[in-house]
């Protein structure tokens, strides 16, 4: 894992991308180096992960085609077989570049991994781009007329993009905790989505290379469970690929426990809360003993709260109102300690359907009086919301069930400038939402395309990179994302459990306590935290009410989840 960035045309330079890449450091502290010709610069900070000689340097060149990579490919030794070479080195990035050189733009299907590069064509002057299928890796750009720039993080395009705040992009991440792609909150940026490639000749063309096909083929119990076995383990097995100590987040889960299991007594790494409920520790230990792993715990106590403010959008870059990405900070500080890759469950609960709003979604039915009467409830009663979303029909419960503040809520909250009645508050969930598809994959469909790489898989990414982790989930290997779209429901979840199949993959080798509790992961307690200091949520009301952001500088009954949100956009709106 690394950092990239480059820029294309005019007002680029080796100087340039060497400030962008230097402020990506912590990315890939133990090299980096930036390549200058015609018309392009490209940068590169390296994580030596393979091949730690100096021939994987990057940026990487041969002939007229030069790369820079950040990622890992799981299968460039097979594909390596096939090319001619010559090789320089062991790496991947080389395998890709020759890749590239033979089969052009479709090189990117036979790419096993994660993964987000750019190859810069200087004889057609052309930069070709791509984004791993389920984004597990960033990729962002800024365009302007006669030059274009990328990088793998938003503040290292603040180097060249102006900082014009994209006012839609704020009211999203009022609905979604985080800023959908495409967009960023600056309105100067934008993501490269999932399972596109981009190419830049003076003007941006992008292109969706890949759409798993979420057609049931696979209904027979037993058969399934038996092609899983050795699927699960050849992805995990694969992704623990390095030429470094690679560990293990545990959270005692069914995720991270399937993982642990198909590996020979790895290191694993957790994190538990000064909150005994919310702490998945003791959990996460016993699976430990049981796989007699070597485990290191730490323990975040709510005395960190305002140390983790400050760290969250800056390692985003942008307001991230997801809680979790403060412990997952601190089990990978804690992780780095001891290796430089840690296998992650992340995507499980997508890929299996193991979400508990999964359960509440299919439970609740709609009712017609509900939605009349929250229409006429206090927006932030508890009532209100409860009966908001079961007044909903089945999509904007779904939206109701994922969204931080209801449209309501959100007009008693923002600023006229921020309203717009002719908006969209849910275009990203409706852009992906399928109703021709059975409730539970109607939900993974939307989960995989929207939750996942925009919130889940930023958190891991930036939170690791921080303290220069690379994190891997083997779950979101596309041949086990391809398997599991394409089983029946039935198989993956049945009344309120999910994860059937993977349940049944684990009984007699994992220890009960696997299975024993209601899926916690690293959220932190906050709603608690911030009873015992209330002072955080109403200076930061206060602030962003001066700034005219918000329409009161009292804060009402807010969950947990939306006391984060506001808090992050706080230190986010006066430290950016």
Known sequence: MCGIAGIVGEGGGRDVVARMTERMRMRGPDDGDVWAGPG????????????LSPAGRQPMTSGDLTIVFNGEIYNYR??????????????DTEVILHLFAR???GCVAKLRGMFAFAIWDSRRRVLFAARDRLGIKPFLYAERPGAFAFASEIGALLEVAP??????????YFTYKYVPAPKTIYSTIRKLPPAHTLAYDGRVRLSR???????????????????LRPLLRECVVSHTLADVPVGVFLSGGIDSTAIVAHLDRPRTFTVGFDVGEHSEAPQARRVAEHFRTEHREETVAAIEVEEALDAVPRMVGEPFGDSSAWPTHIVSRVARRDVKVALSGEGGDEVFS???????????????????????????????RSLHRRGADDFERYAALLGVFTVRQKRALLAPEFIDRDYDPLWHFRAHWRGDLDPVKRMQWADMHTFLPDDILVKADRASMAVSLEVRPPFLDHRLVEFALSLDSKLVREGGEGKRILRRLLRGVAPPEAFARP??????????????????????????????????SRPPRLDGEQMWTILVLDRWWHRA
Not at 78 to 91: A, I, T, Y
Not at 209 to 227: F, I, N
Not at 356 to 370: F, S, T, V
Request: net charge positive; no cysteine; charged share 30%.
């Open 103 to 105: 089969e052009g733009e």
């Open 519 to 552: 899926k916690k992961g690293f959220s932190m307690p906050v709603r608690r935290w911030i009873r015992e200091r209330p002072a955080i949520l109403r200076d930061a009301f206060g602030r962003l009410a001066s700034a005219g952001v918000l329409r009161t």
């Open 209 to 227: 290379y890949w759409s798993p096909d979420p057609a049931v083929t696979r209904s027979d119990p037993d058969a399934a469970l038996e092609e």
């Open 40 to 51: 392009a610069a490209l940068g590169h900070r390296r994580l030596s992960i393979l091949d």
């Open 354 to 384: 193991g979400y508990g709003w999964y359960r509440k979604w299919l439970e609740m039915r709609p009712q017609r009086a509900a939605r009349a009467l929250a229409g006429v409830l206090p927006p932030f009663s508890s009532a209100g």
């Open 163 to 172: 900082r014009d705040l994209d006012r839609t992009a704020l009211a999203d």
């Open 78 to 91: 097979e594909l390596r077989r096939d090319l001619p070479g010559p090789f320089r080195s062991n790496s």
